[in-house]
């Protein structure tokens, strides 16, 4: 089994401010998933990255996918309330898998 | 309209119960998944179907038994309930089984074992 571990497990930052949570394994991923999941409510994808050394931008959202492919960062700038949730990288290993593999997730508060 | 669509969204029941959940999609996927999160909220999945067929079966109680009718439909069946299957089981599909493709879950059921 390939694990994900993301950290920080818990971050409670001002309205305005900026960060970085993480995603790291020892294992290659052939791509990477980030969700975002609200209480009360079901994941909901942010992004794929496929490609070593990706980075993607989604408005106030940076994800970069490591160039070694086993590891992903996702930054946000400015975090505003709305961002509130808790943040999961997902691994889909080697070609031909199609078992994604999730990590623990960080559970991200944004204080107004 | 809801794309990924699980019934019921609360269940509280009593150990040793037997109870379904319910799923259904109206995205004309092929695949579709049940997810367990624990308390801990670590997403794990359980079983997974293509075309009505059973492809992922992860190391699961036999307690638990999925039937997918349909490629639309992917049902929940869970025996003999015990305290440690309190959780919540999402459903999700994809449009096919290959990796990459995007999940879309349901809103959770919430199950609590007393």
């Known amino acids: 089994t390939q694990l994900l571990e993301q950290s920080p497990q818990f971050l409670s930052i001002q309205e305005g401010e900026n960060l970085t949570v993480y995603c790291n394994s020892s294992s290659v991923f052939s791509s990477l998933q980030w969700y975002r999941q609200e209480p009360g409510e079901g994941p909901v994808l942010l992004v794929t990255?496929?490609?070593?050394?990706e980075v993607k931008k989604l408005k106030r959202l940076t994800f970069q996918f490591g160039d070694a492919r086993k590891d992903s960062s996702l930054h946000i700038t400015a975090a505003q309330p709305g961002d509130t949730g808790l943040y999961l990288c997902?691994?889909?290993?080697?070609?031909?898998?199609?078992?994604?593999?999730f990590g623990k997730g960080t559970k991200l508060s944004v204080i107004p | 309209d809801t794309a990924v669509s699980q019934t019921p969204k609360y269940l509280v029941t009593q150990m040793g119960n037997d109870k379904s959940i319910k799923c259904e999609q109206n995205l004309g996927h092929d695949t579709m998944y049940w997810y367990k999160q624990d308390s801990k909220k670590f997403l794990k999945i359980m079983f997974s179907?293509?075309?009505?067929?059973?492809?992922i079966n992860e190391t699961v109680p036999n307690r638990f038994s999925p039937k997918s009718p349909d490629k639309a439909h992917l049902n929940l069946h869970i025996n003999s309930l015990e305290l440690g299957d309190s959780a919540v089981y999402f459903c999700?599909?994809?449009?096919?089984?290959?990796?990459?493709?995007?999940?879309?879950f349901g809103e959770g059921s919430w199950l609590t074992v007393v």
């Open positions: 179907y293509n075309n009505k067929e059973l492809i």
């Open positions: 990255v496929v490609t070593g050394g």
């Open positions: 997902a691994g889909l290993s080697g070609a031909g898998s199609y078992q994604l593999t």
């Open positions: 999700a599909s994809s449009q096919d089984f290959r990796g990459g493709n995007t999940i879309y």
